[in-house]
């Protein structure tokens, strides 16, 4: 709902309107909700870019999941499986392909709003500064990638404790300067409210 409300995170000119740019952060959602809100966005001609898809909910018991993915993995083309359908064991990719189905993907238009869909496994810079969205309303799509093929779980989880750590240290110097400058505002405003007194005594004096 609130990508709904607030389309935007930044904005970019086009034409004579804006085209914003939503960033969505994928941790905690359900699959198939953001896939349909984030589908719905993309044809209105707004940019996405989703990241930490690892972190997106599956509903369901994951075994149950796994089983379900197992047996997608084994639907191929008999006499050349190198011809498709292909499937992908990045979160990431499997959550493109999850909207790519919510989306006229063959036609003009349809192409067109896959192309303004962005999606990452983890937070990569520059969207690891800028303020990200949710979209408020499982199994783990990352585990469950993991445990169907995919390499990169634990490269990514070391690359997501080294943001957190740099992040953590962002935001304990940004907080030092707010407490900084909040009281260097109360010093001024307390100076000013004494030489405001000695005036007054001044004028009484008189």
Known sequence: ??????????????GSGYMFVLLLDGRGH????LAAIVAKQVLLGH?????????????GNFYRNKLKYLAFLRKRMNTNPSRGPYHFRAPSRIFWRTVRGMLPHKTKRGQAA??????????PPPYDKRKRMVVPAFALLGRLAHEVGWKYQAIT?????????????????????VKLTKQA?????????????????????L
């Open 1 to 14: 709902e609130a990508a709904r409300s607030s389309p935007g995170v930044a904005g970019e000119a086009a």
């Open 157 to 177: 989880a070391t690359l997501e404790e080294k943001r957190k750590e740099k992040s953590k240290l962002r935001y304990n110097k940004k907080k030092t300067l």
């Open 47 to 59: 940019k996405v870019v989703v990241v930490r898809c690892e972190g997106i909910n599956i509903s």
């Open 114 to 123: 896959l192309e303004r869909l962005k999606v990452f496994d983890g937070i």
């Open 30 to 33: 359900l699959l198939g909700r």
């Open 185 to 205: 505002e109360k010093n001024v405003e307390a100076k000013y409210f004494m030489s405001c007194i000695q005036f007054i005594k001044c004028l009484m004096k």
